[in-house]
Structures are given as C-alpha cells and as structure tokens.
C-alpha cells in the first residue's frame, strides 16, 4: 500500500472513546462517535465522524458499531515472577497467624526466595506465563514485574532476565523493577547495612549496566528495611538513572512517602498508614499514590489508606493487583478495580484513571501510553459496553471484543 496517502493503516469508526485524557474535558475523557486510527503501531488519528472524507485516509476501516474503546489497562505493581505456593501459610492465617508474624518466623517473602532461588531462568518464565495469561486475557496491555524473592546478585539478575524473556513471549509491554531491598536475605543476618551496599554499589550499576530494569523499589516497614537505609538505596538509584517506586506505610507509619517524594519517585505504593504529612509531601510532587486493594483484602486489613485526603491534595491514584504469592495472589486487574471502588471508595472513573493514565506516569510512561490521544502508543481495547463504569462495576464477565497491542487486533 502507498503510505504516502495514509493518516492511518486501519481506521475504528463509530466510536466511543474513554479517551482517559484530561485535555478532554467530559468524565473518562469521553468522545462519543469518533473514528480513531493508528500507523506503525502509534494513535495517528482521532477525529468526529463526519469531520473527514474515510476514503482519503485510505485505510482498512472497522466499523465499532458504538461500542466502547479505552486504552489498554496498566498494571503498575506486579510480583509477577516466583517460584513455588504460599498455600500452607494461607492456611495458617486463617487460623489466626499474622502476615508479620510469619514472617518474623522466616517464612513470608523468605519462604518464597526459597522456592525462587531454586529454579532457573526458564522455570521461572514458566510459572510465571499462566498468570501473565490471566492479565492480559482481560485487557491489561503493560505490567510492571518486580524482581525481590532472589536477594542475590546471582538470582535477582536472573529473576530480571526472566521477565525480559516473557516480554519477548507475549504481546505486552514489560517493565521491570529492581527490588532488592524486600527482605534480609538470612546470610546477611545481623549485617542489613552490608546487604544495603551490595544493592548500591553491585547490583543497581550492573542493572543499570546491562540495562535489566527501568526502576528500582524498596520495602520500608520494620519488618524490611529504615528509612536511612530506603533513603541509601533511592540516592543509589538517582545515580544510576533508574527511576525510583517504594513500598511504603504498609503496615505501619515509616514516613517513606515523604521520603520517596523528595526522590521524585514514581510511585509509592500501599499506604493504609501514610498520614498528613506524607499526602502534604505528595501533593505537587509529580509521585503518583497507587492503592493495592488486593493485599488489603487477601491480609484481612482494616485500616484504609486516606483516599479523600489524597484526593484532596490532588495527588494522582493508581490502582495495581500486587500480584504475588503472600499478600495478593489475585491475578486480576479487573477485580482490583472493582475493590478499589467497593473498599476504598474510588468512582469508576478514577479506578479507570488508576489503571490506565495515572498508571502510565507511575512507570514512567506518561508519554508513551494510558490515554487514547494522538502520538501515543496504540495499546487499545474495544468493549461491548455502554458505560466504562461496566468496567469497575461488572466482575467475572468479559466484554473484550479486541485487545489491540501497538496497533495490532490480537485474539480476544
Ligand atoms: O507488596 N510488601 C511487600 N511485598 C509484597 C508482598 C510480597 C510477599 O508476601 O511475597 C507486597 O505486599
Ligand atoms: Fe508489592
């Protein structure tokens, strides 16, 4: 085909567009009957319908019959990569442990290096390929993977080289963290300084080397690491030029928000326990605030994260499964934005936002993806839907009638 006349190769017409862009001044960014079109796997078209003549753009055109298109949905806080099960731990909290006391015990996180360090590469990727399966089955177009259950050198670059392995695998776009600083691995007990300057002066350079994560994490709680040592690993990090994201206010107050804040870090991620003045150091400081539903639900927490107070700073709120073994083995993004809604009183439209364009900048892409927008990556979904609050309000049903990854219809 002579692209020389082409706006797009392939053209969505009668569309309505959860455009999720807050240039578009209407809840979810809504564009009732748009076309929108894409080339080289870029958003190159977004117009009315009747605003321009289809045959000039001499594209393939699909006619959406009015359904419903938002961007691809973004999971920015996965443990994605593990080895083995935390099934008999689950056991033992329904029958009265605490997440903190078994791992006090060596279990936890611990339990799951174990399992993590004893298998390879390729057996990580195996594992790890039913629950990506699960994500993207239901839209989710980019996912961020955590490393943190190898605590070596050896087994973190590993569990780093895994996930750039899936990505090669699937139609998704993956980006990886550094989490080193999860938990002690045991050889290092009694020495957590030493540890903190293995992550700082061996594993950040050489990941930042070879170019095996976008974005380094930390866990703050009393359980992990202080706030000096968090404080040591983000410094660690600036220098490397990796981009900065944080486990804070979990399971207690450690101030770590305000901290990652200064950091002009990504996201901080949790935050049940952050107080005013962690949302004060928030507000303006670019950091996305992203809520994990499902740890809070999957650990029985009753403390909810200060949603109102957040949303009065203005700070952006993401959403994200914190899939993992011990606290959300939920693989569900679509569920978290229903819990996201029903536990800590998000609209549907900011559980959308929490998914899709907030998402984006907590990884980093702001630019690139999370809006339905012209220049932006064409990572798009098309609903049989009314309403995008369907989306939040509906669970267990899929209406994806495509997923579309940088421009291309896969199967749904
Ligand atoms: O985000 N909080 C620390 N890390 C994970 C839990 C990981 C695990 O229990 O294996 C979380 O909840
Ligand atoms: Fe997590």
Redesign the pocket.
């Known amino acids: 085909m002579d692209r020389s006349f082409c706006t797009a190769e392939k053209v969505w017409t009668n569309v309505k567009l959860a455009t999720m862009d807050p240039e578009v001044k209407a809840v979810y960014g809504l564009l009732d009957r748009h076309a929108i079109g894409v080339l080289d796997g870029r958003i190159t078209l977004l117009k009315p319908m009747g605003s321009f003549n289809i045959d000039e753009v001499a594209a393939e055109v699909i006619d959406a019959g009015g359904m419903c298109m938002t961007p691809g949905l973004i999971d920015s806080?996965t443990?994605l990569i593990?080895g083995g099960q935390?099934t008999a731990e689950f056991s033992r909290r329904q029958e009265g442990a605490s997440?903190a006391e078994i791992a006090c015990e060596g279990g936890?996180?611990l339990s799951?290096v174990r399992a993590t360090r004893a298998l390879s590469e390729a057996e990580l990727v195996e594992q790890a390929r039913p629950r990506l399966e699960a994500l993207l089955a239901e839209g989710v177009t980019t996912v961020e993977v955590k490393s943190?259950?190898g605590l070596t050198v050896k087994d973190e670059l590993k569990m780093l080289r895994a996930v750039r392995t899936l990505a090669t695998d699937f139609p998704v776009r993956l980006r990886s963290t550094l989490l080193a600083a999860?938990a002690l691995p045991p050889e290092y007990s009694g020495r957590t300084d030493a540890y903190i300057e293995l992550i700082c002066n061996e594993l950040i350079p050489q990941v930042a080397q070879l170019g095996l994560a976008e974005a380094v994490d930390v866990?703050c709680?009393p359980i992990?690491f202080s706030l000096t040592q968090c404080e040591r690993v983000f410094t660690a990090a600036q220098a490397a030029g990796l981009g900065i994201k944080a486990?804070v206010e979990?399971l207690s107050n450690s101030q770590g928000a305000a901290l990652a804040a200064q950091y002009a870090a990504w996201s901080v991620?949790?935050l049940e326990y952050l107080d005013e003045a962690g949302i004060a150091a928030l507000k303006d400081s670019g950091t996305v605030a992203t809520l994990?539903p499902g740890?809070f639900y999957f650990l029985g927490e009753t403390r909810q994260p200060p949603v109102d107070a957040l949303r009065q700073a203005q700070v952006p709120l993401a959403v994200a499964s914190?899939l993992?073994?011990?606290?959300?083995p939920l693989a569900s993004l679509r569920l978290m934005m229903n819990m996201a809604a029903v536990l800590f009183g998000l609209t549907p439209e900011e559980a959308l936002q929490g998914t899709t364009c907030h998402a984006a900048v907590a990884l980093g892409l702001g630019e690139e993806v999370g809006m339905l927008k012209v220049g932006m990556a064409a990572d798009m979904l098309l609903w049989e839907i009314d309403d995008p609050a369907q989306l939040t309000c509906e669970f267990g049903v899929n209406r994806l009638q495509q997923r579309i990854f940088a421009g291309k219809v896969q199967d749904a």
């Open positions: 806080h443990h593990y935390r997440y936890g996180i799951t943190g259950y999860h866990f709680e992990a486990h979990q991620d949790h994990l740890a914190d993992n073994p011990g606290s959300s």
